[in-house]
């Protein structure tokens, strides 16, 4: 039997909350869910984010940046609140837009 992963199941019932927060914001938004929901999830102290997946390449240090994860929609806790930030990122790879 294969054993469980006690951090994986962690981290995809918080990207479970955070994506049922998000549903009513992104309708408003007209952020797509679905695509949403494909990307990657990140959970700090005070925020969680969601990430797009570079299409580039590694080729060692000379393009590193551009092979980082780009940042499209996060969730901020400041002052006992919440916030949703879009990035510069968020309609590009988010929009229910096509």
Known sequence: MKGINKKEIENKLQKAL?????RDYCR?????????????????YNECSFF??????????LNDIE????PTLV????NEKLFIEQTE??????????
């Open 28 to 44: 408003e938004n007209k952020i797509s869910i679905e695509k949403l929901d494909n990307e990657m999830f990140y959970l700090s």
């Open 18 to 22: 955070a994506m049922e927060y998000l």
């Open 89 to 98: 990122y968020t309609k590009e790879y988010l929009s229910e837009e096509i």
């Open 75 to 78: 969730i901020r806790y400041e």
């Open 52 to 61: 797009h997946p570079s299409d580039i390449e590694p080729n060692g240090l």
């Open 67 to 70: 092979t980082l994860p780009k």
